[in-house]
């Protein structure tokens, strides 16, 4: 096959992400990668890709020599597709659709933990968002200061779950569910016979968010190799910005968050245990979090990973959050056929019962 110009494809890329006003950060980044490739002498690039030796120079990255790599092999960067995909489409408009297509929401907080309305508010609210299902996800036990669900607790709220949908409009379920601690060695925090009675476990990190990234990776993925695991929530963990007042999350009863940088893990490990094992991972609507950050949701995709656009509501007006993640997976030319909650609940519940 013949080779590409790296050089060129650089270049392109740092064009296209300007376009799309990403961060100037990233811009440079490639483009400061181009212009240091293209002052070494003829042949040198090709020869430091094979021996290895491209990322010694100091403006060259993992992700940039990758781009490099590629293009000398004759193909087109990954890296390059994706931005090419999307290049030209109106983000609006397949937002919009991507919006429609959603049928409901796999991560929500009610009262029982640290949510801010009761279940029968949320789920109200959902059903006039034209939802047909909403996911009741309530924090695990080990999560205190969110008022994690005791196995008790979580007992009686499926109990709960089953009266109140005997209330509800004809058409619109709540299916059970529950947002389980990753904990330190990867288990998940709550026990395992009552995560088999669930319709749908999402799994997310919220201790240890600075642990070094060999750990951190091992952690996710004994986590992701558990059968009971369906959906990885806020993979890395980030927070962008502060949240609004009057908006609540885990930790946050009563004073506004501060911003908190990404965790560290091996993405290419993760996200390929995520196909393996059939884990979808999630595109968290929250303002404050935008997790994961576009370039993870690419590697994602680029994985064969299926995703789930959650909210992650703690409150009803929260639940119309979805559009937000719906506007960052169009960015990054998510496809319908690969998220989850545009399913039908019953081929969802079919779904992770197969995981079981």
């Not at 494809?9 to 400061?32: C, H, M, Q, W």
């Amino acid at each position: 096959m013949t080779a590409r110009d790296p050089i060129a494809d650089l270049r392109r890329i740092a064009f296209l992400l300007e376009k799309a006003n990403e961060a100037t950060y990233r811009v440079r980044a490639f483009r400061s990668a181009a212009n240091a490739l293209a002052a070494l002498p003829a042949g040198e690039v090709a020869e430091r890709t094979r021996t290895g030796k491209l990322t010694e120079l100091a403006a060259v990255g993992d992700v940039t020599a990758r781009c490099v790599s590629e293009s000398l092999a004759g193909e087109e960067p990954v890296y390059l597709r994706r931005l090419v995909a999307t290049e030209g489409t109106d983000l609006d408009e397949a937002a919009a659709k991507l919006r429609d297509a959603l049928r409901g929401d796999c991560h929500t907080h009610s009262d029982w933990s640290d949510g801010g309305s009761p279940i029968e508010e949320m789920a109200l609210a959902a059903v006039e968002l034209g939802h047909e299902y909403l996911v009741l996800t309530d924090h695990s036990p080990r999560l205190k200061v969110a008022r994690g669900l005791t196995a008790e607790r979580l007992r009686r709220q499926l109990d709960h779950v089953a009266a109140v949908n005997e209330a509800l409009p004809k058409g619109f379920r709540i299916l059970t569910g529950i947002e389980v601690d990753i904990l330190a060695d990867g288990s998940l925090d709550q026990d395992e016979k009552l995560l088999a009675r669930l319709d749908v476990v999402v799994g997310s990190v919220h201790s240890g968010l600075n642990d070094e990234r060999a750990r951190m990776t091992r952690r996710m993925l004994t986590a992701i190799a558990n059968p009971h695991l369906d959906i990885l929530g806020h993979c890395t963990g980030r927070m962008v910005s502060s949240r609004p007042a009057g908006v609540k999350g885990p930790g946050d009863r009563g004073h506004r968050a501060r911003t908190r940088a990404e965790s560290d893990f091996d993405p290419e490990a993760v996200f390929a245990a995520c196909a393996e094992h059939d884990v979808a991972v999630e595109i968290n609507s929250r303002p404050e979090r935008q997790d994961p950050p576009k370039r993870l949701i690419r590697r994602a995709l680029e994985a064969g990973c299926r995703f789930a656009i959650n909210t992650d509501a703690h409150a009803p007006g929260q639940l119309d959050w979805q559009r937000f993640g719906c506007e960052r997976a169009a960015l990054c030319g998510v496809p319908a056929s690969r998220v989850v909650n545009t399913w039908k609940a019953d081929r969802l519940v079919k779904w992770t019962a197969g995981h079981r």
